[in-house]
């Protein structure tokens, strides 16, 4: 898991991008520049999934990253093991599922954890331009939903037509072609260029 505070992230002011970068610098970032009178029409987007973030930017430097701080330690902690990372969720099954994942040697957690992964190995490349075209929705929806040919582009990256895509944000504010293009790439190196 990332340390919240170095986070990937990205913030915009209007269409322009102000900040990006870890967390922490992102938001120290936008309260300068409300300090200063510009922090006009800010959005802070998760580079690794497209969602927004929203941060409490009152008080002193030290109280903002205190808070962000906190923000990761007070995540939910259960039972499990925690130094591994493995998180309780609750999972709902038929009882003839159970009976069968209580047959499995290691018992049905571990061998819900080799389902997974086997359905992650075998998912491969597809999953990850999903998510891909997820993160891009996302961040599209919050940025462009009033743009010009907002939902052809938007089918055009569901559909996986680049060329497309590329052709139907065009016209758009560059800050937010780029972002949305380096979000769309199936690595998400492509936010952080």
């Known amino acids: 898991m990332v340390d919240f505070l170095t986070h990937p992230c990205t913030a915009f002011a209007q269409s322009r991008i102000l900040a990006r970068g870890p967390l922490v610098d992102v938001a120290l970032a936008i309260r300068e520049a409300w300090q200063q009178g510009g922090g006009a029409g800010l959005t802070v987007f998760d580079d690794e999934t497209g969602k927004v973030i929203d941060l409490d930017l009152r008080g002193s430097t030290a109280e903002i990253v205190q808070r962000l701080s906190q923000h990761q330690s007070s995540e939910v902690r259960g039972r499990g093991r925690p130094k591994l990372g493995v998180v309780p969720r609750e999972v709902t099954l038929l009882p003839r599922q159970w009976e069968w994942l209580a047959a499995q040697p290691g018992g049905a957690s571990q061998a819900l954890r080799r389902l997974v992964d086997d359905a992650r190995r075998a ?20 940025m462009a939903g009033d743009l010009p040919r907002f939902e052809e582009a938007c089918r055009a990256l569901f559909a996986g037509d680049d060329q497309l895509f590329a052709e139907r944000i065009a016209g758009w504010p560059a800050d937010v072609v780029t972002y949305a293009q380096g979000l769309g790439a199936s690595g998400q190196d492509g936010a952080q260029e």
């Open 123 to 142: 998912d491969g490349e597809h999953g990850s331009q999903r998510l891909a075209r997820e993160r891009t929705y996302r961040f599209l929806n919050a």
